[in-house]
């Protein structure tokens, strides 16, 4: 059969490659894709951007598409899953009322404190005045959030007041996230170690996927700026098998029943983004209505089991008692990204060295690239990369990614040079 990946960055990199893996799968299209899924052998891409939802729907019929996996948000948010539903045609991504998980955070927090779901104590503000009182009143760290989608880069975690008062000045005052941030929430900064943790859902049961731990912060040591991530690896040895029943029974199946009892019944993947206090305690930081990027792509490079099978199982209600297989390396990936990043960057500039990557035994998936006018793969976007790699250990996964990184060559590149240290004490 013919399958549609919906997006254009890693995670659909990811996704179209190891769906393609499937003995069932014909062909995968990507819609609108990248350099790397154009390359890839069985996959091709199409000219339609990842939110045209009539241009999509036209190109599953006119491609007797079986089946479309939706990537990004942004799709999700304007109801491309709700409108394939509609159109008869097999979707999987939560409908665009379930999206709210990520769509805004403030529903998130509402949907939490209904259904008694540990997370960070919170206030919701829309104008200026009362919200600057709120961080004077609470001080610093404190954590600041546009409510909207705004690619991985609306969160703030201030560490003194001037930089709170600074971000709700940017946020509300000269709305820097446009609508997204036309409204805030504001939470306590909970202290521990984040983990990544994403499961499958068919409306009831789930089927969790591996562990995984992302690097939000743009620079060594967990510091600089937030991003969309700069890395990840799987598994997350902070989430040992207590603290993930935990996670299974407080957190993620609350959150399917809650979202049940609503009338909203989440089918999909659902990431939950935990802190874990040092007492083991999780508590959600975030929600986001898709697989995570960049922990999609050492999570898919361990799956063992056929994709397709979990995606059609999620649909017809069939996860109850279902497993993964996994292969028990751990793997870990690098982003490579573009001078500037997360804020402004330059595109059109080419890439080198990614046979020579791939050659050291890593897997480079594309995001931020596309194909110039005389066939040279060039970079389109902050992240540009993910360099990823299997190893019968962590450090031995890093090693083989950071040695294909280093073949990797186009102006204003840079990586964290420290993916995977948390984990790697206790590996």
């Excluded at 927090?109 to 919170?122: E, G, Q, S, Y």
């Excluded at 902050?382 to 190893?391: E, H, K, M, N, P």
Aim: with cysteine; glycine share 12%; hydrophobic share 45%.
């Amino acid at each position: 059969m013919k399958l549609l990946v919906i997006g254009s960055g890693g995670r659909e990199h990811a996704l179209a490659w190891k769906l393609k893996q499937s003995r069932r799968v014909s062909e995968v299209i990507v819609a609108p894709g990248n350099a790397g899924t154009a390359r890839e052998h069985g996959v091709r891409n199409a000219d339609v951007a990842a939110t045209d939802v009539d241009g999509l729907i036209r190109l599953a019929r006119d491609e007797g598409v079986a089946l479309a996996v939706v990537g990004p948000e942004a799709a999700l948010a304007v109801g491309v899953v709700d409108q394939f539903r509609a159109a008869g045609l097999r979707c999987f991504g939560p409908s665009r009322t379930a999206a709210q998980l990520e769509s805004s955070k403030a529903y998130a927090k509402a949907f939490l404190a209904r259904h008694n779901i540990p997370t960070a104590r919170h206030a919701v503000f829309e104008e200026l005045a009362p919200a600057l009182a709120h961080v004077r009143r609470h001080g610093a760290p404190i954590v600041i959030k546009a409510d909207g989608l705004a690619a991985g880069k609306g969160v703030v975690v201030a560490l003194t007041l001037a930089d709170a008062e600074q971000t709700l000045h940017d946020m509300l005052g000269a709305q820097s996230f446009g609508a997204a941030s036309a409204r805030v929430v504001i939470e306590e900064c909970l202290s521990g170690e984040e983990a990544s943790y994403i499961v499958m859902s068919d409306g009831r049961d789930v089927l969790p996927l591996a562990t995984s731990q992302d690097h939000k912060r743009r620079d060594e040591g967990d510091l600089g700026p937030n991003t969309g991530g700069m890395g990840a690896y799987s598994p997350a040895p902070v989430v040992t098998p207590a603290i993930e029943q935990r996670i299974l029974t407080e957190i993620v199946r609350p959150t399917i029943a809650g979202m049940a009892a609503e009338g909203a019944p989440y089918i999909g993947f659902l990431y939950v983004g935990l802190m874990i206090g040092a007492d083991g305690t999780p508590r959600v930081i975030e929600f986001n209505a898709r697989l995570g990027d960049p922990e999609t792509q050492p999570i898919l490079l361990r799956l063992e089991s056929d994709l397709v099978d979990l995606v059609e199982d999620a649909l017809d209600g069939r996860l109850a008692g279902r497993a993964a297989e996994w292969d028990p390396r751990p793997a870990l990936g690098v982003i490579v990204a573009a001078a500037g990043y997360p804020g402004k960057v330059r595109s059109g500039d080419v890439i080198s060295g990614l046979e020579r990557a791939e050659a050291q035994g890593a897997k480079v998936f594309h995001a931020g690239t596309g194909v110039d006018a005389e066939g040279r793969v060039v970079t389109t976007g902050g992240r540009v990369l993910a360099v990823c790699a299997l190893g019968e250990d962590l450090a031995a996964a890093r090693e083989q990614a950071y040695a294909a990184v280093r073949e990797i060559r186009f102006d204003g590149a840079f990586h964290r040079r420290d993916i995977g240290h948390r984990a790697l004490p206790r590996s």
